[in-house]
């Protein structure tokens, strides 16, 4: 790829730098980024492509002027067409493919020159006079310098990362928070707890989303000064009232361990057991208090309180497994193989033409089997239950503007309307989650939402692709907390529901013909 960077510089690179100094020539190409030179389409990318070029191989015939090249790489990196406006904490400039592709051009050359630092000076050197010494730093360069060391946890660079999550400006503190997360380090761990600490006094607090990815991928050891910081968000948010409080909270339960764990789980299961006969509960959330406490026993005593009294009290006397026989939990009614556990739940179910295709060697076609066992699952939810379905070709059908409970006129409403739909047309998946979720085109959230859960089944690529699937549910599940619950019929996915339930800590099933 090198090669032909160098080659398109030859060809390509305008005239007048000829003999000029790279870093000089990288520095007023960006400069002039977002200018009239923005019209000449593809030539832009191409003289991008090639003034990158020439600073890799600069870095060969002058190492000694690395952190020069550095510097103008991660200008590159941070690329903003004049007009795109300051960058904001939450940024919601979208570049476009041009610009994307220069940028990623430019982070795979920094990351190739940081392969070869092999005693961090680089990564030093950027840590202290880029990300600390902010004096004189555009905001983009030192933006695009803490997202380079995004997971990587080199240790030049945890300094420097964990005080650029005390600045003052969001859109710095942000981007650290987000490089740190899942770092195995103490000092990162009272960090991400201060996070917490913030939102227990004031929900919603700014970065909370960070503090939590990183609390449900790390242990914390027993001497960690963060474990009671944890224990109590964990407490307090279990108990909420609120259920979306609650599932947050239990995302923080993987890092403690078993003693100050398990007490909490089991009080807010009881808790929330409590609250089903006032018509108060959340199925979801007793089933994923009861997952969590499953995944340490390796028990399946379902939403039990008294059972998982009675296995705790037993595990503490011998500090072992719970005793032999313990029952297991109900049948929970499933949908192609998934069994979430929810009873406000919205499908979101593919009615592109391809669906009109057969499932199997039993006559039926996806479509049908589709329907037969969605009704199957919301007959089962009980009049407790509440559901709404959403179906996607080329645009959406909604059979409801809102949760319908799950009553037999309501499902026998439900049926009627979907036997007056037909597959047709594409797979435009994306409009549909929108709707899902009550999020408008721009992401903005509209309204209160009630639904905790999305099962959604598609058979094929969608229209999208998966790209879209990570920065949305980034920007939007931290306050709706819904969890995705996906099957993919046939070998034909693109990834998108894999994603949509892995990044939202849901399940996913591929179901052959």
């Known amino acids: ?11 390509f690179g305008p005239a007048q730098s000829k003999g000029a100094d790279p870093i000089a020539r990288a520095r007023e190409w960006i400069e002039g980024y977002g200018g009239s030179g923005t019209d000449r389409g593809a030539e832009v990318l191409v003289e991008g492509e090639s003034w990158l070029a020439e600073l890799a191989a600069l870095d060969v015939r002058a190492p000694e002027r690395r952190f020069e090249i550095a510097l103008a790489l991660l200008d590159c990196a941070g690329l903003r067409p004049r007009g795109a406006g300051e960058m904001k904490p939450d940024d919601a400039y979208q570049p476009d493919a041009r610009t994307k592709a220069l940028r990623a051009s430019a982070v795979r050359t920094l990351e190739a020159l940081l ?33 380079l060391f995004t997971g990587k946890f080199r240790r030049e660079t945890e300094l420097a990362l964990l005080h650029c999550a005390d600045s003052e400006q969001p859109v710095v503190s942000r981007a650290a928070l987000r490089a740190l997360a899942g770092w195995p380090e103490d000092a990162v761990h ?14 919603g607090a700014r970065h909370a989303a960070f503090a939590l990815r990183h609390f449900e991928t790390t242990v914390l050891p027993n001497t960690s000064t963060a474990c009671p910081i944890v224990e109590r968000y964990l407490a307090r948010g279990a108990t909420s009232s609120d259920w979306r409080v609650a599932t947050r909270a239990l995302r923080v339960a993987p890092a403690l361990s078993h003693d100050d764990a398990v007490p909490v789980l089991i009080a807010a299961l009881t808790e929330w057991v409590g609250r089903r006969a006032k018509d108060q509960g959340s199925s979801r959330i007793e089933g994923e208090i009861a997952r969590e406490l499953e995944r340490r026993s390796k028990r399946h005593l379902g939403p039990y309180p008294e059972r998982w009294r009675s296995w705790w009290r037993s595990y503490l006397e011998r500090r072992a497994s719970g005793a032999e026989g313990d029952p297991e939990p109900e049948t929970v009614t499933s949908f192609f193989g998934l069994r ?15 669906m009109d295709g057969a499932l199997g060697t039993g006559g039926t076609t996806r479509w049908k089997a589709a329907v037969a066992q969605l009704l199957d699952f919301v007959e089962k939810l009980g009049p407790t239950g509440r559901f709404r379905v959403i179906l996607f070709s080329d645009e959406t059908w909604s059979s409801s503007r809102e949760l319908k409970k799950a009553v037999p006129q309501n499902i026998a409403s439900l049926r009627n309307w979907l036997s007056g739909h037909r597959p047709g047309g594409g797979t435009e998946l994306q409009p549909a989650i929108r ?8 992401g903005a959230l509209l309204g209160a939402l009630d639904a905790d859960s999305v099962v959604v089944l598609c058979d094929g ?21 819904i969890v995705f619950y996906c099957v993919q019929i046939g070998g034909g996915g693109d990834g998108t529901l894999a994603t949509l339930a892995l990044r939202s800590g849901g399940q996913f099933v591929q179901s052959m013909d």
């Open 435 to 442: 709707e899902a979720l009550a999020v408008d085109e721009r």
């Open 190 to 203: 009272r960090r991400m707890a201060r996070e917490l600490e913030e939102s227990l006094v004031a929900p």
């Open 461 to 481: 690529q969608t229209a999208e692709g998966p790209a879209w699937v990570e920065p949305f549910l980034e920007s939007v599940n931290p306050e709706r907390c």
């Open 340 to 354: 979430p556990t929810t009873d406000r739940v919205v499908f979101v179910l593919d009615r592109s033409g391809s």
């Open 1 to 11: 790829m090198l090669v032909v960077f160098v080659i398109l510089a030859a060809l």
């Open 115 to 147: 392969a070869t630092d092999a005693r961090g000076e680089l990564a030093r050197e950027l840590a202290v006079r880029v990300m600390i010494d902010a004096k004189g730093q555009p905001l983009a360069r030192r933006v695009a310098a803490i997202e």
